[in-house]
């Protein structure tokens, strides 16, 4: 169970200023000290952040909401471009701050900044849900079950009850935590607390339809609906928009609290959960559906999204043997039935999917890391990478395969990598890697590669969460240069090496497609793209088109060429209000660009087939 805060004896001490602020905004608003900590817990685990916005839209302890178009841009949603963030912003639910700001009097800069006022924020709105319910303030926790859980701001009763439990769990068993900025907390178990389950009827909330589950028989699953916010309704693929994507993530939290956060409006869910004990699944989309997992609406559109109990920063000790298998089953079963290509091209990582803008790449996430061993799970599809180790000449395609059970890399692990709370300082460790690094010259003391987006030119890290140095499992690259163990590819517009002895970190590829300059005489620069929408004209009249630039800070230079992973697809856009597919007149190819793909108008490149003639 999570761990907790309380007060330990009225110390005066500075690390104990956070505990006192619940105490008093407990006792100003009539709360009881326990809710206001369990709630707290549920939200942030007492953390103050800074003042800065979670990726969920919240501020401080209590997680109080103010979501802007921008972040749903930015968010899971990945819409980025789309005349819709600011509808999809407008969700009340997304806004508890501006809620604390009037009940409270605070500005919403002090709510935002002060963890002390961001308290005061939350117990007041607690306080305010309990008098919508016309009960009276009580010191007995029991009784502010329901106000809990429209706290969660959930629309549903399974979601506002999820919530709820997990709070008043919290309550029970008790909890103790130093947050990042060193304040200790602590909650005290009430072991004999009896909710009042039934002031969840006073909420008057819808039930969520139960869907069939869209499972194979072989995995244990259940359907648990997310919030409706968190995705839109659609027809796939039989409205026309095409499922030819599989997005492994992780959850970077417990099974039970990903279910239970995608039951609240954060404009966050995937399709499925896997637990990592047992590979228990939780379907929570229907796969006709659109679900904001992804951080790019163009994959969003196109793919079905698959979260894994588990951290990043520790992945091997969370990505069990069955959790593995069952992942497995699931991901055959859904290729079968839409026809996905079994292969890394198709079977990604939350880490392998482009920034649908310039100001979105640097901030995508990076799981499921560098511990998800790509090669065991595609040889569980029955899709392992064929043939001998080794690589060709320059011109050729290799596939990255360094067998992460014997492939050690060192990275460096931060507080920030790890909301475990297990790391307390940067720390270097040597673990089984599914990439490899990529240097600036052939070299092991050369510089790592800095993509362009996180570092603007100076040399890369060994953060676990820098993806922008790394090459991982499955991905293609065309071969650039060889010298003496190591070997060159175009990666992210640059020339980068890595060490590869005898090959033993590739497999030569065949049958792909490279694409490189359409320019007849090769000399001008590729533009690549994070999203894939029709050209404005091509919108019918009263659909506001769906914009899209360059990555500026990414191009395919002259004499460059990438591998395409897929044949060219038509550009299109979705619009939930009438269920509008809208289908462009160009084609994009997805390419393997770096770390993650990217896309090129199939009429900027010319694209042949690997060691074939132009096509």
């Not at 699931?330 to 990604?348: G, N, S």
């Not at 490899?436 to 570092?455: C, M």
């Not at 676990?464 to 991982?472: F, K, L, M, P, V």
Request: glycine share 10%; aromatic share 8%; proline share 5%.
């Amino acid at each position: 169970m999570p761990r907790v805060a309380q007060a330990t004896g009225g110390s005066d001490a500075a690390d104990a200023a956070r505990q006192r602020s619940f105490a008093d905004a407990a006792a100003e608003f009539h709360v009881p000290q326990e809710v206001l900590l369990g709630v707290a817990y549920q939200e942030s685990a007492w953390e103050g952040h800074a003042g800065q916005q979670s990726a969920e839209g919240g501020y401080g302890p209590m997680h109080l909401t103010d979501v802007t178009p921008a972040m749903i841009a930015e968010s899971d949603a990945g819409a980025a471009g789309r005349a819709d963030a600011a509808k999809l912003a407008a969700n009340p639910a997304l806004h508890t701050l501006q809620q604390a700001a009037k009940l409270t009097g605070l500005s919403s800069e002090k709510l935002r900044t002060d963890a002390a006022s961001n308290i005061r924020g939350g117990a007041a709105l607690l306080a305010s849900y309990q008098r919508g319910l016309h009960v009276k303030a009580s010191a007995d926790p029991g009784d502010w079950y329901g106000a809990v859980a429209r706290f969660s701001q959930a629309t549903t009763q399974q979601g506002a009850k999820a919530f709820a439990n997990r709070v008043f769990a919290t309550v029970e068993h008790g909890a103790t935590r130093t947050t990042a900025d060193g304040q200790h907390l602590r909650l005290k178990d009430t072991p004999e607390i009896a909710p009042d389950t039934g002031q969840l009827a006073e909420l008057h909330l819808a039930t969520a339809k139960t869907a069939a589950t869209e499972c194979p028989d072989t995995v244990d699953c259940t359907y648990v609906a997310a919030d409706p916010s968190n995705g839109q309704v659609s027809d796939r693929p039989a409205n026309g928009i095409r499922i030819d994507t599989i997005v492994i993530h992780d959850t970077e939290s417990s099974y039970e609290a990903a279910v239970t956060t995608f039951q609240q409006p954060k404009t966050s869910a995937a399709h499925y959960v896997m637990r990592s004990s047992d590979g228990a699944v939780t379907q929570m989309v229907p796969t006709k559906d659109l679900a904001f997992h992804a951080g790019n609406y163009s994959t969003n559109m196109h793919s079905i999204g698959i979260e894994h109990e588990g951290y990043a920063a520790h992945g091997a000790a969370w990505y069990t043997e069955a959790q593995y298998e069952a992942t497995a089953e699931l991901v055959k079963y859904l290729a079968a039935r839409f026809q996905i290509p079994l292969d890394r091209q198709h079977i990604i990582g939350h880490d392998n999917v482009p920034g649908p803008n310039s100001t979105s790449v640097a901030g995508m996430h990076w799981d499921p890391g560098p511990a998800w061993d790509w090669e065991h799970f595609m040889a569980l599809l029955g899709a392992q990478v064929e043939g001998r180790h080794g690589v060709g000449d320059v011109g050729s395609v290799v596939t990255v395969a360094p067998d992460l059970a014997h492939n050690k890399q060192t990275v460096q692990i931060c507080p920030s990598d790890d909301p475990t709370g297990a790391v307390g300082a940067c720390t270097y460790v040597d673990q089984p890697s599914n990439f490899v690094y990529l240097r600036t010259s052939p070299a092991k003391d050369a510089p790592l590669f800095g993509d362009q987006a996180i570092h603007g030119g100076a040399e890369g890290t060994h953060r676990i969460s820098d993806w922008g140095s790394t090459a991982q499992a499955g991905e293609q690259f065309v071969v650039a240069g060889k010298k003496g163990d190591w070997t060159a590819i175009w990666f992210s517009g640059s020339k980068v090496w890595f060490h590869n002895p005898h090959g033993v970190n590739t497999v030569r590829a065949h049958d792909v497609t490279v694409v490189s300059s359409g320019a007849a005489d090769g000399s001008r620069p590729v533009a690549v793209y994070g999203s894939s929408y029709p050209d404005a004209a091509e919108y019918p009249a009263g659909l506001k088109p769906s914009t899209q630039g360059p990555l500026s800070m990414y191009t395919i230079p002259a004499g460059q060429s990438y591998v395409a992973t897929a044949a060219p697809a038509a550009t299109d856009d979705y619009f939930v209000i009438g269920g509008t597919v809208v289908k462009g007149g160009k084609t994009m190819y997805t390419i393997q660009y770096n770390h993650r793909t990217a896309l090129v108008y199939s009429n900027d490149v010319t694209a042949q087939p690997s060691g074939g003639g132009h096509r």
